[in-house]
């Protein structure tokens, strides 16, 4: 499953990163956003875009794009 699949409330634990160029992986890296990493998603924007999500107890905003390339498994 993708973390943009993800309703808002859900918990899951990011499984990897698909299509996503080295740079974006090192900022997402850099942010926390780690394999085995339990994430929240928060909400969404009314159009869709960011995602707010809780990573390590920090709140983070990303692009619905870059949420569709992390595949994450639901947890709980």
Known sequence: MKLSQLNPGQRASIRGFHQLSAEVR???MIMGILP????????KAPMGDPLQI?????SLAIREKIAAAIEVEIVG
Do not use: A, H, Q, S
């Open 26 to 28: 090192k900022r997402l």
């Open 36 to 43: 085995d990493t339990p994430v929240l998603l928060i909400r």
């Open 54 to 58: 809780e990573v390590r107890g920090v």
